[in-house]
Nanobody
Framework: QVQLVESGGGLVQPGGSLRLSCAAS????????MGWYRQAPGKQRELVAS???????NYADSVKGRFTISRDTAKNTVYLQMSSLKPEDTATYYC?????????WGQGTQVTVSS
């Protein structure tokens, strides 16, 4: 059973930074990609950033230039470095890893941007 465990969420002031981590229980190259999604109350879950096994990176327009996705293959971990955070970034952030016909999700970590 694949597990994805997120960490690093919390409360931060506008303009601040946070780094989220997603540790996988399997080799991250065994997944088609790994990504970060977020869901704010009353809104649909949306893709924030993703990185394919081949290293192709994609960002939502709303986070381009502020967020950076990266990975540490030795630790089977994917990171999301978030800078210049805005109140509208407040959401539960989920790690996602698709593999063939399966789609794995973490339990989510809360990010709150507020003064």
């Amino acid at each position: 059973q694949v597990q994805l465990v997120e960490s690093g969420g919390g409360l931060v002031q506008p303009g601040g930074s946070l780094r989220l981590s997603c540790a996988a229980s399997a080799n991250i190259f065994s997944f088609d990609a790994m990504g970060w999604y977020r869901q704010a109350p009353g809104k649909q879950r949306e893709l924030v950033a993703s990185i394919t096994s081949g290293g192709i990176i994609n960002y939502a327009d709303s986070v381009k230039g502020r967020f950076t996705i990266s990975r540490d293959t030795a630790k089977n971990t994917v990171y999301l470095q978030m800078s210049s955070l805005k109140p509208e970034d407040t959401a539960t952030y989920y790690c996602n890893a698709p593999r063939s016909f399966m789609n794995y999700w973490g339990q989510g970590t809360q990010v709150t941007v507020s003064s």
